[in-house]
C-alpha cells in the first residue's frame, strides 16, 4: 500500500542567497565548516565538500575579524549561500553582513547589549540578509538570581525556551523584521520535540531542526534521527542540521539520508538494502555489502540494490529492488527487477552486483 507523502506545514518563505528556506519548498540541508574560517582556501575546499555531498546551506563560525575579512572572499569561491555564526561580537555580524553572507545566526541572549541587536538588525534589513534566531538550552535558565533559578529548575525546559524565544521575537516584532528562521536546540531527543511543536504552533516562521552537542556518530546518531524524524514525520522543520564531532561530510550524508528515508528528497545513486545477517546465513555477505557500496559511489542514477544472504527474504527484496542477489551456499543468485539474471560464485557476487548496476544504467540513461 502507498503511504500518504507528509504534508509540511506551511510558513513563511525566508530566503537565503538563492535558496528558499520554508513556504512549502523542499526541506534544506545545511552544516558548518570546522576549519578556521580565516584560512578560505581551506574553507572553501570543505564548502565544496559539503555541497557535494548534499549540504544546500553551509555556516561558517566568524570569531573574529580576520574571519570576516576571509569571509568576502570565501563567498565569491562557495557553490552554496554562506550563513555567518556570531556569537557575543556584534560587530562580527555587521562585517559578516558586509562581506555578503546570506544569513546570520545570532542568538541575541548573547550580545548584552539590546542597541547591538537593533544594530544587527537594521543592517540585515538594509542588505536584504536573513537572520536565524536560537536558542540553546544552555541559556535559558537563570543563572545570577538564585530564587529565579530554582523556580526556573522547576519547570519544563521546553517552556522556557519558548519564553526566551517569544522575548527574542519581541526585538524583532518591534523592528518589523520578518526574513527569520528559528530554531531551539538541546542535547535531548524528547525535548528537541516537544520545543519545535510548540514552535510550529505559535509561530508561521521557519524551523530550523537540530540535536546539539549529540557528540560522535556512535553517541549522536540514533537521538538526533529520532528528534529530526519525529518532527519532520508531522511536516515541521525547513532546514536541518545533523551535527556530529568529526568531518563535517558525514553530518550531510545522514542528514541526506534522513530526508530520502522520509521521501522528502529524491534519492541519488545506490539505494542499498543490506540483509543484517543472522544463522541461516551461508556466504559472508558483509565484506560484499561494502564491496559494492565502495565501488558505486559515484553512481548518482537512483538505482535500488539488495544483498540478501539467504532464501528466507532474499526473493521478495530481489522483487522490489532494481539489481539484487540472493546468496547460497557458494553460490548466489543474481536478480534484475525480480527477474532472475543468472547464478554466480560466491567469490564473484561483489563484481556480477556492480557490473550488473552499471549495466542497467547505462541502458536507461
Ligand atoms: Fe537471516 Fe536470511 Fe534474513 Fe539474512 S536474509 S537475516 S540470512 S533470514
Not at 557575543?88 to 548573547?110: Q, S, T, Y
Not at 558525514?250 to 539520508?257: I, P, T
Not at 551461508?282 to 540478501?308: K, Y
Request: proline fraction near 4%; charge should be neutral.
Amino acid at each position: 500500500m502507498e503511504m500518504p507523502d507528509i504534508r509540511r506545514r506551511q510558513t513563511r518563505p525566508v530566503k537565503v542567497g538563492g535558496v528558499w528556506i520554508g513556504g512549502g519548498r523542499p526541506v534544506t540541508v545545511q552544516s558548518m565548516t570546522n576549519t578556521r574560517t580565516a584560512d578560505a582556501d581551506a574553507t572553501v575546499a570543505q564548502i565544496e565538500a559539503l555541497a557535494a555531498a548534499g549540504a544546500d546551506l553551509v555556516r561558517v563560525a566568524v570569531p573574529t575579524r580576520r574571519d570576516t575579512a576571509a569571509l568576502k572572499r570565501i563567498i565569491a569561491r562557495s557553490p552554496v549561500p554562506v550563513i555567518a555564526d556570531v556569537h557575543f561580537h556584534f560587530d562580527r555580524a555587521l562585517e559578516a553582513i558586509d562581506a555578503g553572507a546570506a544569513k546570520i545566526r545570532l542568538n541575541p541572549g548573547n550580545l548584552s547589549d539590546r542597541q547591538q541587536v537593533w544594530k544587527v538588525i537594521a543592517a540585515a534589513a538594509a542588505a536584504g540578509v536573513a537572520i536565524r534566531v536560537g536558542v540553546n538550552e544552555g541559556s535559558v535558565v537563570e543563572r545570577a538570581d538564585p530564587e529565579r533559578r530554582r523556580r526556573d529548575l522547576s519547570r519544563p525546559l521546553h517552556e522556557l525556551m519558548i519564553e526566551k524565544l517569544a522575548e527574542y521575537l519581541e526585538i524583532f516584532a518591534a523592528a518589523n523584521f520578518e526574513d527569520l528562521v528559528l530554531s531551539a536546540k538541546s542535547h535531548d531527543a524528547f525535548t528537541t520535540v516537544a520545543v519545535n511543536r510548540l514552535m510550529a504552533k505559535r509561530w508561521n516562521f521557519p524551523l530550523h531542526l537540530g540535536v546539539t552537542h549529540a557528540g560522535t556518530p556512535e553517541t549522536g546518531a540514533v537521538r538526533s534521527a529520532a528528534a529530526l524524524g519525529a518532527l519532520l514525520c508531522d511536516g515541521i522543520g525547513d532546514t536541518i542540521r545533523i551535527s556530529y564531532a568529526g568531518d563535517p561530510v558525514h553530518e550531510v550524508r545522514a542528514a541526506v539520508d534522513l530526508l530520502c528515508s522520509l521521501r522528502l528528497r529524491e534519492r541519488k545513486g545506490i539505494d542499498l538494502i543490506a540483509c543484517p545477517t543472522c544463522g541461516r546465513l551461508q556466504t559472508d555477505i558483509t565484506p560484499i555489502v561494502e564491496q559494492v557500496r565502495r565501488d558505486l559511489a559515484d553512481v548518482t542514477a537512483p538505482v535500488t540494490v539488495a544483498i540478501m544472504g539467504c532464501v528466507v527474504n532474499g526473493p521478495g527484496e530481489a522483487d522490489g529492488a532494481d539489481v539484487a542477489v540472493c546468496a547460497g551456499k557458494d553460490k548466489a543468485i543474481l536478480y534484475r527487477r525480480g527477474e532472475k539474471v543468472r547464478a554466480v560464485a560466491a567469490e564473484e557476487i561483489a563484481r556480477a552486483v556492480v557490473d550488473e548496476v552499471r549495466k542497467l544504467v547505462r541502458e536507461t540513461e
